[in-house]
């Protein structure tokens, strides 16, 4: 899809993430997921809204939150383990758009999330930022289970992160 022009959908402004909005496949975090009354107060239904750590689409454009419907939902449950949305929190997801949904009679795009898991950044100390919460992470959990879920770790970077959290430990 072309970046530079506009969709026809961007004048109808939807306080959700749509199809208009996403331009190629896009990896991002669900923060959290709940379920949420309508925000277009078009009806008064109640949907799985999925909100994300990501503030942004592309620089200078807010990301919105995400309505998962049955489908997605589902693709939730088989990416997490669990059909529980409290469960679904800091996940990363590649959300991309479908062309063929079905919409009552209609074939429409829509939004999907990948059933695949999103590769995950290999991560090295010279990132300081991201190996300032590897840390945190292990030093909170007491493993590396929670790093390990969200970026690759060489064997050698693994001890490294290790060590570093068993001196931090032993100075405080």
Known sequence: MNTDKTHYRKAFDSPYLSSADITEPTT?????VELAGDRTKKTKDKFNTAHFVEKELRPGEPLKP??????????????TGSAFIDDWNDVRVT????????????TVEGLRISPRPPGRKQLIPANEKGWANAKAAFLRDGNLDAVLGRVELSPEHQAQLIAECAQQSEAA
């Not at 959300?95 to 079905?102: A, R």
């Open 66 to 79: 995400m309505i998962l419907n049955a489908t997605n939902s589902k693709t939730m449950k088989q990416l």
């Open 28 to 32: 991002l975090t669900i923060k959290r």
């Open 95 to 106: 959300v991309y758009v479908d062309p063929s949904v079905k919409f009552g009679k209609d």
